[in-house]
């Protein structure tokens, strides 16, 4: 996680509009579509060469399981060791820290490697944190890419979105805080642990990306709009990415990289229900900039190409298949066939 409040912190939100706006036929999402969460299955035809509308049907060269036995590792070149091993098995993974090693956030953040690659103590250990690097390297890919009021998404080298105004409108852009999606009905079914702690029925993710008040003058990570929602998800699919590259590094033991992503899918849906029912001009932006709207199907459609190819591998996973059923229910995939009803025409 990196906050996007490192390019400039505004002041908090001071609120959101509470207009609602009803549209005809939406909620009609089939229950008995895909059945994994990724869209209802009477929308647009999937088409794999138009951003943001793949859907089942994206695709990207999976990770490999190459060998890694001739790769010789000492802590003093931890760095490029794990370079090399990035090149043997996920190429997209290294290509995302090259970005963010080259970026112009380095001048000023450091080396996104030496910033998160904290234990160099074993060539396991190096492995089992290369999806934070991949991850915060992403961050700074993006962020790099990124300027003035637009936002980067660089989701591969050959498919980057340059999106307007996706800010909160304190910050200069047409969204609101995402802290604010915790006033929703869904966040009842999971609500943030008590910071610190994480548990089986609660949202271990919320105290660091939902935390503060949006009314306050006093910024947290909560503050920042949409574009910071898209962000963190699309570097935790770079995170699941990774995960199963080195799948074999978490032998015996249990990550959370499903979860990550499937939480944040969960809060893209319910971003965007919320935009839509009290804040108007928020939504309007999401769903009528075709940016937007694309640069959120192509995350929702990669996200869901790893967690498909990620299924029954438990040990990437803790409470992955509960926040899945919320992912998965019908009122708040329909969110997602909104757009794609407006983007795959």
């Known amino acids: 996680m990196l906050a996007l409040g490192l390019l400039g912190c505004g002041s908090a939100i001071a609120g959101t509009g509470c207009a ?23 929308g647009p035809p999937a088409n794999p060469e138009q951003p943001g509308c793949a859907q ?14 001739d790769l010789l590792f000492s802590s003093a070149t931890a760095n490029d060791y794990l370079l090399d091993a990035l090149e043997l098995r996920f190429p997209l993974g290294k290509a995302i820290v090259a970005g963010g090693l080259s970026s112009s956030l380095a001048q000023t953040q450091g080396n996104c490697i030496d910033r998160f690659l904290s234990d160099k103590s074993s060539a396991n250990a190096v492995l089992r944190q290369a999806t934070t690097v991949v991850h915060e390297c992403g961050h700074f890919y993006d962020l790099g890419e990124a300027s003035g009021k637009s936002s980067a998404f660089v989701i591969r080298p050959d498919l980057k979105f340059t999106c307007k105004t996706g800010d909160t409108t ?127 199907l192509s995350v929702w459609d990669r996200g869901w190409f790893y967690l498909r190819e990620t299924t029954g591998m438990t040990n990437l996973g803790i409470n992955d298949a509960a926040i899945e059923a919320l992912v998965s229910t019908p009122e708040l995939t329909a969110e997602i066939d909104a757009l794609r009803n407006l983007e795959c025409k």
């Not at 609602?20 to 209802?40: K, L």
């Not at 089942?56 to 036995?69: F, G």
């Not at 999606?181 to 609500?191: E, L, T």
């Open 56 to 69: 089942d049907e994206y695709t990207e060269t999976l990770p490999t399981k190459a060998s890694l036995a």
């Open 170 to 296: 304190s910050r200069g852009g047409k969204t609101f805080a995402r802290s604010l999606i915790k006033g929703d009905g869904h966040y009842a079914k999971r609500k943030a642990c008590a910071s610190g702690t994480a548990g089986k029925d609660c949202d271990m993710y919320a105290p660091i990306y939902l935390d503060g008040n949006a009314t306050d003058s006093k910024f947290d990570s909560g503050d920042q709009g949409y574009n910071s929602v898209l962000e963190e998800a699309a570097q935790y699919v770079n995170s699941l990415a990774t995960a199963l590259a080195f799948q074999d590094a978490y032998s015996g033991s249990k990550a959370s990289e499903r979860d990550g992503i499937l939480t944040f899918l969960w809060y893209i849906e319910r971003y965007l229900a919320m935009a839509r029912t009290e804040n108007p001009a928020a939504y309007e932006l999401l769903s009528e900039d075709a940016c937007w709207r694309q640069a959120t």
């Open 20 to 42: 609602t706006e009803v549209r005809e036929g939406f909620g009609d999402s089939d229950p008995n579509g895909s059945g994994d969460g990724s869209g209802s299955s009477d």
